[in-house]
């Protein structure tokens, strides 16, 4: 299994907080992914990083912020919660962003967050 | 737009043979997925096809048709373990991932 763990794995919030969602990997992969997974909505990319601090965005990503300071994290940033932001999300790693390459994504084990 | 469908939820029997369905529009193509997904935990990669034809791997197969947008995952010799979501997701010409919502598979004894 590829060593990925993401941090909390359930948090509860109320509106306007900031809420920092951690990725650790610890197979060196290069790339690194942000997904949200809302019931009837396939995964919806965030962010996604291709090396330590070169990140951009995916198709959801208004209301979100990420840093990677180094190869093995990486950080999703609610900067000010609400409610639309409840959802379950996933970070996933792979070996080469042209995912036809490698045919897989590695996803950890999601973080279910709650906004009140 | 780009879009992926495939039936929200599928029921088959222990022991049975299930296909489920998936069709895409999207710019371009460059491959699609299979993943697996049991409730509550991570999605799984089970299958990649790029090419036109079928795919086995040992109980489940995957086939291609990209004249016609299509792909099913057949699954053989159902087992209870088997009940999971089950999801599609074609790469488009930017090599961008494009997810389907998921099928439900439940398996009944």
């Known amino acids: 299994d590829a060593g990925i763990t993401q941090s909390p794995r359930h948090k509860v919030t109320e509106t306007g907080t900031p809420v920092t969602l951690r990725c650790h990997q610890t197979?060196?992969?290069?790339?690194m992914y942000w997904y949200r997974q809302d019931p009837g909505h396939g995964l919806r990319l965030i962010h996604y990083?291709?090396?330590?601090?070169?990140?951009d965005k995916g198709e959801v990503s208004d209301g979100y912020s990420v840093s990677r300071s180094k190869t093995e994290d990486f950080l999703l940033t609610l900067e000010s919660a609400t409610s639309s932001q409840t959802s379950v999300y996933f970070c996933?790693?792979?070996?080469?962003?042209?995912?036809?390459?490698?045919?897989?994504?590695?996803f950890g084990e999601g973080s279910r967050l709650t906004v009140l | 737009g780009q879009n992926i469908d495939q039936p929200t939820e599928m029921t088959a029997t222990e022991g049975a043979i299930v296909q489920i369905n998936c069709t895409y529009q999207?710019?371009?193509?460059?491959?699609l997925f299979w993943y697996q997904q049991h409730a509550g935990e991570a999605p799984t990669f089970l299958s990649y096809?790029?090419l036109d034809g079928l795919e086995e791997k040992g109980r489940f197969s995957s086939f291609l048709s990209r004249s016609k947008g299509y792909s099913y995952l057949l699954l053989k010799e159902l087992q209870m373990k088997d009940s999971a979501s089950y999801l599609c997701?074609?790469?488009?010409?930017?090599?961008?991932?494009?997810w389907g919502a998921g099928t439900k598979l439940i398996i009944k004894p």
């Open positions: 997701a074609v790469t488009d010409s930017n090599y961008q991932l494009i």
């Open positions: 096809n790029v």
């Open positions: 996933a790693i792979s070996e080469d962003g042209r995912t036809e390459n490698t045919g897989e994504l590695f």
């Open positions: 990083s291709y090396g330590v601090k070169d990140t």
């Open positions: 197979e060196n992969h290069r790339y």
């Open positions: 999207t710019s371009g193509f460059n491959g």
